[in-house]
Structure formats: structure tokens, C-alpha cells
């Protein structure tokens, strides 16, 4: 008898649960206004993440032979990585893009057509929304940017890669000897390729003591053009080049990325449609309640 009551409290208590559980997924869907305007986040034009990203969902489009982006009058632009994630993190209506090497906790990165945002499904190329890492140099380079570039393709290198969720693209990468070069290398350019480059840098230095790294990060557009006028040795960027900056370049692939397209954790969509978010960014659906 005592047994058979012990039993009875437990299947009360899980009922209980299930109840509870049902409840709060009800709650998360009923507090989320379906009804309420997007809130569109973008980086800035001088981003490559942007020019990756726009491109990729067509919100770039040639009219008149000339590229126009369409993004939606009222964006919110913003020139870093941290600043799209705080926007979405604080905007429960909030849609931006970001690396998928960027992605935390603060905010929920989506599926894209069904396919997870994943180094597997970037690898595979079933999650498509994904753009190269490049290093680019002018001219003939010296021996030590030589030897920090060698060190980016060797096995020390494409392990940071790797562990960073980028996806490391050299086919035989050699074990790294430390040189014990000294002098400065100055690298300027994209704000996502930035944190990888800096744990490379850092992993450069432990091995290269008296090698000096000066860097900026203010987008792509900075660091091809620093590469190009000398006033850097390294230029980061997180797009493909342009025919006209590819004739005057080296071009080195640091990593492939995937870019995440990221809500506010609060927004209980998990997936959306490519076709969907690219309409979201050129304004032709502007509810949430469209892609419901």
C-alpha cells in the first residue's frame, strides 16, 4: 500500500511537470508580440561581414549594370561585431548577422533553410551563408611577414582555426619552427577576422618574443585599402576581393566562416527561410507575423 502511494506521488509530480513545461513554452509564444514590427540590424558599408552577407542573400543587386544594395531604409548599421550582438541582445524584435565564429549565449543563431549554422554544415555546404577570411599583402613581402604567414598555414595555426569554429583551409599543413625574428608587423581591417587574428598573433608572439604586432580593426574596406597604399603590411578582410583590388593584392585564405543570422534569445523562431530573411532586409516583410 505504501509503495503503491509512493507511486501515485511520482506520477502526480510528473504530470506536474509536463503541465509546467507546456506552460512556460506557451508563455515564451505568448509573450512574444508576433505583431510587432522587425527590427533590422546590419554592419555598416564598409564591413565585409556586409558585403559577404548581402551579396549571399541577394540583397545586393545589379541594376544597370551597376551593384545597388537594397537594405531597408531604417536599419539599424553598426561598424562592429559587439555592437550588432548588443543590438540584438537588447531588442527582443531584433534580426542581425554576424561570424559564426562570434556567436555566444547573448543571442540565438538561426537555421538557415532547415540546415543548423555549424562548421559541419558549413564544411558539407549544406549551410550555404558563408564567405572566405582573407590576409592580403602588396607586393613582394618581407621575411617576416613571410614567416607570420607561414605560421597561419601550419599545423599550430589551423588548430586556433579550427578551435575558434572557423574552418581552416590549407591541405597540408607543416609543423611551425619559431624563427626568432624581431621587428613590427602592422595589420589593419576586419573586425570579424580580428579575433582570430589576435589569438594567431598571441601564439606567434609565445614562440617570436620580439616581434611586435600593431593592429586596427574598422572593416574590411580599411584594411584592403591600408594593404594597398603600404601603410600596413597585412590587410584583413571577410570578403572576396573586387576585381580592381585583386590586381593589386596578394591574397592569402585564412578560414572559411559561416555568418550566422542571430534573433534575440526571447524570439521563439529557431528557423527561417533564406528567401524570408532576405526579404526582411529589403523590406518587403516587415512582421514578424510573415514568418510565423
Known amino acids: 500500500m505504501k509503495k503503491s502511494r509512493i507511486l501515485s506521488i511520482i506520477a502526480v509530480a510528473l504530470m506536474l511537470m509536463i503541465v509546467f513545461a507546456g506552460c512556460t513554452q506557451e508563455t515564451t509564444e505568448a509573450d512574444f508580440d508576433f505583431d510587432k514590427d522587425i527590427t533590422v540590424v546590419a554592419r555598416d558599408a564598409a ?7 548581402h551579396e549571399i542573400m541577394d540583397i545586393i543587386v545589379k541594376e544597370n549594370n551597376t551593384e545597388v544594395d537594397k537594405l531597408v531604409v531604417g536599419a539599424l548599421e553598426f561598424d562592429g561585431t559587439d555592437k550588432v550582438v548588443t543590438a540584438v541582445e537588447g531588442d527582443k524584435y531584433g534580426i542581425g548577422y554576424i561570424s559564426l565564429g562570434s556567436v555566444s549565449e547573448r543571442i540565438k543563431a538561426l537555421a538557415v533553410d532547415g540546415a543548423e ?10 549551410y ?3 564567405r572566405p577570411f582573407l590576409l592580403v599583402t602588396k607586393g613582394t613581402e618581407n621575411e617576416l611577414i613571410k614567416d607570420f604567414l607561414k ?4 599545423v ?3 588548430a586556433i582555426t579550427n578551435e575558434m ?9 607543416e609543423e611551425y619552427t619559431a624563427s626568432g625574428m624581431s621587428g613590427t608587423i602592422k595589420v589593419a581591417g576586419s573586425t570579424s577576422v580580428a579575433p582570430l587574428m589576435e589569438k594567431l598573433q598571441e601564439a606567434y608572439n609565445e614562440l617570436n618574443p620580439d616581434v611586435t604586432f600593431e593592429t586596427q580593426a574598422q572593416g574590411s574596406s580599411q584594411g584592403i585599402k591600408a594593404a594597398i597604399d603600404g601603410s600596413y603590411d597585412i590587410g584583413m578582410a571577410s570578403r572576396e576581393l573586387k576585381d580592381e583590388e585583386a590586381e593589386e593584392l596578394n591574397r592569402y585564405v585564412l578560414a572559411i566562416d559561416g555568418i550566422a543570422v542571430i534573433v534575440n534569445n526571447e524570439n521563439p523562431i529557431s528557423d527561417l527561410a ?3 530573411i532576405t526579404n526582411i532586409y529589403i ?9 510565423k
Not at 47 to 53: E, K, L, M, V
Not at 166 to 172: K, L, M, R, Y
Not at 283 to 291: D, F, L, Q, S, Y
Open 47 to 53: 564591413s565585409g561581414t556586409r558585403g559577404a552577407f
Open 117 to 126: 549554422p555549424s562548421v559541419e554544415n558549413v564544411k558539407s555546404g549544406a
Open 128 to 130: 550555404s551563408v558563408s
Open 151 to 154: 605560421f597561419t598555414e601550419s
Open 156 to 158: 599550430e595555426g589551423q
Open 165 to 173: 569554429n572557423f574552418i581552416g583551409v590549407a591541405d597540408s599543413p
Open 274 to 276: 533564406a528567401d524570408d
Open 283 to 291: 523590406g518587403e516583410i516587415t512582421k514578424w507575423n510573415a514568418v
